[in-house]
């Protein structure tokens, strides 16, 4: 079992930075990859980015290739989310989300989710 709880959202300006945070609990962290995926209202949930279990590998969208940075922390049982030159499109529930299957750019193989948090950035 893990449990995610995802902090760090708010309102940005256009062109400004964000850190997201997820903590998580639960033994199996380390034997789990992690994805950020995010929301936005009457959309789809979609990917932004996921990291392996060991932190290694890094997969992105391309709509936040070289703006985003996610990081794992596995002694700190966190996952991070730098979310850099903002843009109103970015607005979003983000979530971070824990799986043991790929692939991990996949909704559906994630096994345990957080609540989100929201971002929103302003033109």
């Known amino acids: 079992q893990v449990h995610l709880v995802e902090s760090g959202g708010g309102l940005v300006q256009t062109g400004g930075s964000l850190r997201l945070s997820c903590a998580a609990s639960?033994?199996?962290?380390?034997?789990?990859?992690m994805g950020w995926f995010r929301q936005a209202p009457g959309k789809e949930r979609e990917f932004v980015a996921a990291?392996?279990?060991?932190?290694?590998?890094?997969y992105y969208s391309g709509s936040v290739k070289g703006r985003f940075t996610i990081s794992k922390d596995n002694a700190k049982n966190t996952v991070d989310l730098q979310m850099n030159r903002l843009k109103p499109e970015d607005t979003a529930i983000y979530y971070c989300?824990?799986?043991?299957?790929?692939?991990?750019?996949?909704?559906?193989?994630?096994?345990?989710w957080g609540q989100g948090t929201q971002v929103t950035v302003s033109s």
């Open positions: 990291i392996t279990r060991d932190g290694s590998i890094t």
């Open positions: 639960g033994r199996a962290f380390s034997s789990a990859a």
């Open positions: 989300a824990a799986t043991t299957s790929s692939p991990y750019t996949a909704r559906n193989v994630y096994d345990y």
